[in-house]
């Protein structure tokens, strides 16, 4: 094999080792979003869940209060009927009738005042729940998000030395030799390919014979007429 044939072999693994990895990056990149967006829904929805506690604790409150009113006005009701200053039947029967119905308005309110405080009791549970689960997960979420920063930049880092090192065996190449490469490799992940037979293996279509000899020498570099591909023999 020609010196520069096996040169340019060697370019061609390393090319594919930083396609790969690059690859790996994307991959990776992926699963951080990934999990970024898990780590916001995590938020969001714990966000949510407050909030309606929130909502909750106003409402009981709401109602409390209106509660509270609803007594006092039943007190002064009440007052005003054994105060015997009301002497008419008629006058009479008519704070009867407000006190009963004074009566009911608490009667429901009491009913909604502990539905209220068993739901605000509920939603509050549930926030506690979930705020222990979440911070559980978003632990481990941080501690894979970071396992992966780390895996990134071990996959950077050796991008950048097979970069290196691939910049001194183009150094070593002659000028025209390289450029043919390169305009080959934004066509085929392999521009150096293998004589199988009389067949390129990189487009699998037959090679004259002239270029099958030239490849069995191994003195010259030869390409495949078809693809264009470096020819190698085997
Ligand atoms: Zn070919």
Same mark, same amino acid.
């Given at each position: 094999?020609?010196?520069?044939?096996?040169? &340019?072999?060697?370019?061609?693994?390393?090319?594919? @080792?930083?396609? $790969?990895?690059?690859? #790996?990056?994307?991959? *990776?990149? /992926? !699963?951080?979003?990934?999990?970024?967006?898990?780590?916001?829904?995590?938020?969001?929805?714990?966000?949510?869940?407050?909030?309606?506690?929130?909502?909750?604790?106003?409402?009981?409150?709401?109602?409390?209060?209106?509660?509270?009113?609803?007594?006092?006005?039943?007190?002064?009701?009440?007052?005003? &009927?054994?105060?015997?200053?009301?002497?008419?039947? @008629?006058?009479? $029967?008519?704070?009867? #009738?407000?006190?009963? *119905?004074? /009566? !009911?308005?608490?009667?429901?309110?009491?009913?909604?005042?502990?539905?209220?405080?068993?739901?605000?009791?509920?939603?509050?549970?549930?926030?506690?729940?979930?705020?222990?689960?979440?911070?559980?997960?978003?632990?481990?979420?941080?501690?894979?998000?970071?396992?992966?920063?780390?895996?990134?930049?071990?996959?950077?880092?050796?991008?950048?030395?097979?970069?290196?090192?691939?910049?001194?065996?183009?150094?070593?190449?002659?000028? /025209?030799?390289?450029?043919?490469?390169?305009?080959?490799?934004?066509?085929?992940?392999?521009?150096?390919?293998?004589?199988?037979?009389?067949?390129?293996?990189?487009?699998?279509?037959?090679?004259?014979?002239?270029?099958?000899?030239?490849?069995?020498?191994?003195?010259?570099?030869?390409?495949?007429?078809?693809?264009?591909?470096?020819?190698?023999?085997?």
């Amino acid at each position: 094999m020609s010196e520069i044939l096996e040169t &340019l072999l060697a370019l061609q693994d390393i090319d594919l @080792k930083i396609d $790969s990895e690059k690859r #790996k990056i994307i991959k *990776k990149e /992926e !699963e951080i979003v990934d999990i970024n967006k898990q780590l916001e829904e995590l938020k969001a929805n714990l966000e949510e869940k407050k909030h309606n506690f929130e909502k909750a604790r106003l409402q009981l409150a709401r109602e409390e209060l209106e509660l509270k009113e609803l007594e006092e006005k039943l007190k002064a009701a009440k007052n005003k &009927l054994y105060s015997g200053e009301i002497s008419s039947p @008629k006058e009479l $029967s008519q704070w009867e #009738k407000t006190m009963e *119905k004074l /009566e !009911e308005s608490k009667s429901s309110l009491e009913d909604s005042v502990i539905t209220s405080l068993e739901n605000a009791e509920e939603l509050q549970e549930e926030i506690q729940e979930k705020t222990q689960f979440y911070s559980q997960k978003e632990k481990n979420l941080l501690l894979l998000l970071n396992q992966l920063q780390e895996e990134l930049e071990t996959i950077r880092k050796s991008i950048s030395e097979k970069e290196r090192e691939r910049e001194k065996i183009i150094a070593s190449l002659p000028q /025209e030799i390289v450029s043919t490469y390169e305009e080959l490799r934004r066509k085929f992940p392999d521009p150096v390919t293998y004589l199988s037979g009389e067949t390129c293996e990189g487009c699998n279509l037959t090679v004259p014979l002239a270029a099958v000899k030239a490849v069995r020498k191994g003195e010259e570099l030869v390409r495949c007429p078809n693809c264009g591909r470096f020819l190698n023999r085997k």
